[in-house]
C-alpha cells in the first residue's frame, strides 16, 4: 500500500495541493523592511498584563514598519478555551487602543486576506498539509492510547534515558502501511505525528531577536500534528498559519524557546520561509518577601489588563510604562523627547530584557502622574467625564454642570512649565479637588486638619481679618501675597521665613501658618494646589460660609 493510499484512506474528502493556498494568501505587497506580526492568544476571555506586553510591541514594531499586525486565536486546546472568550480579548484589546489591522473582530466576524483568523475555522487548511504530509512519508498515525504511551514514560524514566516518542521508542513510526490501514478499518483511535527527519546529536541554531544565538539540539521526537479530536496542536498550527498569514515576526513568550526545534524542523520539511523569532521574558513582579515572581493573573489584580480600565489610568500612559519596560533606552528617549509622538521612537530588540521584565505598579502610577500633569486642562476634563460617565454618576454629574469651573479647577499649576503632579490616575482626581464642590464639602463629616495654629479664637480672628481687611476680588497673586505679609504684621506673625528663623521667640508664628489656617477652613486640607487660586475660584460669597462653618461643629 502507498503513502498516497494512505493518505486517502485517512483524508477520503481532502485535496492534497496545497498550492491552492499559497495562490489564495500570497506574499504581501509590503514595502521593503515592513514587519507582519500578529498575537495569538487562546480565547481564555481576558488578557494578561504580560500578552498585551507582547501584543503591544508586536503592534508598535509592525506599524511604525508600515507593516501589519494581526490577531489571530488559537482555540484548539479546547481546555484554554471559554465561551465568549473572544469577546474578552478584543475588549481589552480595545480598551488599550490595540487596533488590528486584521483578524477576529467578534467571536464570528474578522476582517482581512488571510483568515480565516480562527484556528477552529482553519481545519480543513490543516488536514490538506498533513496530507501532503502522509503522502511524502513525514507523517503517520499513531494509535497507542494513553495507557501505553504512560508505560513507555514509565520505561523512559527507570532507564533514565531522555523521555518522549523518539527513534525506537516511536512503536508507531514503524508500522507497514498495510498495518495502518488494517488498524484504522477496525475503527482503532489514532493520532497523526511527525516523522521528524531529526537528530538529536546535531545542533540547530535559534538567531533570537532578543537574545542573539542559542543553540539546542535538533529535534528527533516524533510530535503530534493533529489530535484525535482532528485539530492541530500548536507546533503544526503555528507554522502553517503563520506561513500563510506571512507572518514576518514571530514575538511569543520565551516559554516556546525550547519548541524551536520543532518549529524549525517543521518550517523545513513543510519547504517554508521561517520567520523571525524574538522571544519575550515574562513580567515579574516584586513579591511580599522581596523575591521575583511571575505576575499572577490569581494574585496580582494589576496583572488584569481590565484594572487599568477601572483605576482610570489612561492608556498612553500605560503605553509609556510598557515601553519603559519594553526596551531599556525608552526612558533617556523620552525624556529628550517629551514632546514627539512615541511611534518616533526606534524599537531595538536587542534592549529587551531576556531575564524577565519587572513589573512595577508603583513606577507605573508615577509616569501615569507626570503623563496626566502634561495634559491640557480641557483634556484632563473631558478624560474624567468619559472615566466617571463609567464609574461615579454622582460625581460626572457635579462636573458636567459645573463644566467651565471644573475646567479651572483642573487647570491649577497646569500648562506651565512644571506642571503639579498629583493625579496618578482619573479615580484619583476627585479626592484631590472635591472641597470645591459645596454639594460635596457641605455634605461629607469635615476632618479639618489646622496644624501649628490649632486655637479656635486665634483661628477665627485670623480668618475674619482676612475677610474684613485684606481680601479682594480684583488683586493679582502678587497684591494677595503682599497683603498676607501685611495681615502677618498686623498680627504679630513673621512675614518671611528667613526673619522667623533668625528670631522665631519675637513672634507668634510665620506667614504660613496663617496661609495654612485659611487653606484649611476652606478645603480642610494642610496640602492643596496653589491656595491663591482656591479663593479666586470659590470667590467670597464661599469663603465666607465655610468660614463660618469654623467652630460651629
Ligand atoms: N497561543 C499561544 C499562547 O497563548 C501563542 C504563542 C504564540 O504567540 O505563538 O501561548
Not at 506 to 518: E, L
Amino acid at each position: 500500500m502507498t503513502n498516497k493510499e494512505l493518505a486517502d484512506l485517512i483524508y477520503p474528502n481532502v485535496s492534497s495541493d496545497v498550492s491552492i493556498y499559497e495562490k489564495k494568501y500570497p506574499e504581501r505587497n509590503l514595502k521593503e523592511g515592513a514587519i507582519v506580526t500578529r498575537f495569538a492568544p487562546s480565547p481564555t476571555g481576558f488578557v494578561h498584563m504580560g500578552s498585551l506586553c507582547t501584543a503591544f510591541v508586536s503592534q508598535f514594531v509592525a506599524t511604525n514598519s508600515d507593516g501589519v499586525f494581526f490577531l489571530r486565536i488559537e482555540d484548539t486546546d479546547g481546555k484554554r478555551s471559554v465561551e465568549n472568550g473572544i469577546t474578552g480579548i478584543i475588549k481589552d484589546l480595545n480598551d488599550f487602543e490595540i487596533k488590528i489591522d486584521e483578524g477576529a473582530l467578534s467571536e464570528t466576524e474578522s476582517i482581512g486576506n488571510y483568515g480565516p483568523y480562527i484556528q477552529s475555522d482553519r481545519k480543513e487548511i490543516y488536514e490538506s498539509f498533513a496530507k501532503k504530509l502522509i503522502e511524502e512519508g513525514l507523517a503517520y498515525p499513531c494509535f497507542c492510547t494513553a495507557q501505553e504511551l504512560d508505560m513507555m514514560r514509565e520505561k523512559q524514566e527507570h532507564k533514565k534515558t531522555r523521555i518522549g516518542y523518539y527513534g525506537n521508542w516511536a512503536k508507531c513510526r514503524n508500522l507497514t502501511n498495510e498495518e495502518r490501514c488494517e488498524k484504522i478499518k477496525n475503527g482503532e483511535k489514532f493520532i497523526l505525528r511527525l516523522k521528524s527527519p531529526g537528530n538529536f546529536e546535531r545542533k540547530v541554531i535559534l538567531n533570537d531577536l532578543v537574545r542573539g544565538k542559542i543553540e539546542m539540539p535538533e529535534n528527533d521526537i516524533d510530535v503530534v500534528l493533529i489530535k484525535s479530536d482532528g485539530l492541530p496542536l500548536y507546533h503544526f498550527a503555528h507554522v502553517i498559519d503563520d506561513h500563510l498569514m506571512r507572518t514576518t515576526h514571530v514575538l511569543r513568550g520565551e516559554e516556546w524557546i525550547s519548541s524551536y526545534p520543532i518549529h524549525s524542523q517543521l518550517f523545513s520539511i513543510l519547504k517554508f520561509k521561517e520567520p523571525k523569532y524574538g522571544h519575550l521574558g515574562v513580567v515579574m513582579k516584586i513579591d511580599e518577601n522581596g523575591g521575583k515572581r511571575k505576575l499572577s493573573k490569581r494574585k496580582d489584580p494589576e496583572a488584569a489588563v481590565s484594572y487599568y480600565h477601572e483605576k482610570g489610568i489612561p492608556i498612553d500612559a500605560v503605553k509609556l510604562y510598557l515601553l519603559t519596560i519594553a526596551n531599556s533606552n525608552f526612558e533617556a528617549w523620552l525624556d529628550c523627547n517629551i514632546n514627539t509622538p512615541i511611534n518616533q521612537f526606534k524599537f531595538d530588540f536587542k534592549k529587551m530584557s531576556e531575564s524577565g521584565t519587572l513589573f512595577d505598579v508603583e513606577k507605573l502610577l508615577n509616569i501615569s502622574k507626570n503623563y496626566i500633569s502634561r495634559l491640557k486642562a480641557v483634556e484632563v476634563y473631558d478624560n474624567l467625564v468619559k472615566y466617571t460617565e463609567e464609574y461615579d454618576k454622582e460625581f460626572n454629574n457635579l462636573i458636567k454642570q459645573y463644566k467651565d469651573y471644573t475646567i479651572n479647577i483642573l487647570n491649577i499649576e497646569r500648562e506651565q512649565k512644571k506642571p503639579r503632579k498629583d493625579y496618578a490616575s482619573y479615580s484619583d482626581i476627585k479626592n484631590h479637588i472635591w472641597y470645591m464642590y459645596d454639594e460635596i464639602f457641605n455634605e461629607i463629616k469635615r476632618d479639618y486638619q489646622f496644624q501649628k495654629i490649632n486655637n479656635l479664637n486665634e483661628i477665627k480672628s485670623i480668618l475674619e481679618l482676612y475677610l474684613d481687611k485684606y481680601y479682594s476680588d480684583t488683586d493679582d497673586k502678587e497684591l494677595w501675597f503682599d497683603k498676607m505679609k501685611s495681615m502677618c504684621d498686623e498680627l504679630g506673625y513673621a512675614n518671611n521665613m528667613k526673619d522667623y528663623k533668625e528670631n522665631p521667640d519675637n513672634f507668634k508664628g510665620n506667614i504660613t501658618d496663617i496661609t495654612t489656617v485659611i487653606r484649611v477652613a476652606l478645603t480642610t486640607k494642610s496640602i492643596t494646589p496653589d491656595l491663591y487660586e482656591i479663593i479666586k475660584l470659590l470667590g467670597k460669597e464661599r469663603l465666607k460660609k465655610r468660614f463660618d462653618l469654623i467652630g460651629v461643629e
